[in-house]
Nanobody
Framework: VQLVESGGGSVQAGGSLRLSCAAS????????MGWFRQAPGKEREGVAA????????YYTDSVKGRFAISQDNAKNTVYLQMNSLKPEDTAMYYC??????????????????????WGQGTQVTVS
């Protein structure tokens, strides 16, 4: 299983970035894929999750209305569109995947511990 994130960078407050997570090495459909972030000195937190078999997207409260998670099944890629970025969004962003059903994804998709596979991360800096 390989997850490769890209799209991070430096942006001014109010700007936008789109992160990508390209997945390979497993059956892409019917999995829960999540985006997490970790700022220096803080614990990793779940930002958004999507069930790749269709059925739902889930967000932490602090990003609702600003971030959008989506997927391109043909490319085995999940995206995180981040708008109206704030300095507090500065963090290393990671994607992760777990093979579960949609109910489990809905309940635990923003929790770090169930995920078995992680990417290396991409840095987002908002100033």
């Amino acid at each position: 299983v390989q997850l490769v994130e890209s799209g991070g960078g430096s942006v001014q407050a109010g700007g936008s970035l789109r992160l990508s997570c390209a997945a390979s090495g497993y059956t892409y459909s019917n999995n829960c894929m999540g985006w997490f972030r970790q700022a220096p000195g803080k614990e990793r937190e779940g930002v958004a999750a999507i069930y790749t078999g269709g059925g739902g997207t889930y967000y932490t409260d602090s990003v609702k209305g600003r971030f959008a998670i989506s997927q391109d099944n043909a490319k085995n890629t999940v995206y995180l569109q981040m708008n109206s970025l704030k300095p507090e969004d500065t963090a290393m962003y990671y994607c992760a995947v777990m093979h579960v059903d949609v109910s489990y994804c809905r309940e635990f998709g923003l929790h770090e511990s169930p995920y078995g596979y992680w990417g290396q991360g991409t840095q987002v800096t908002v100033s």
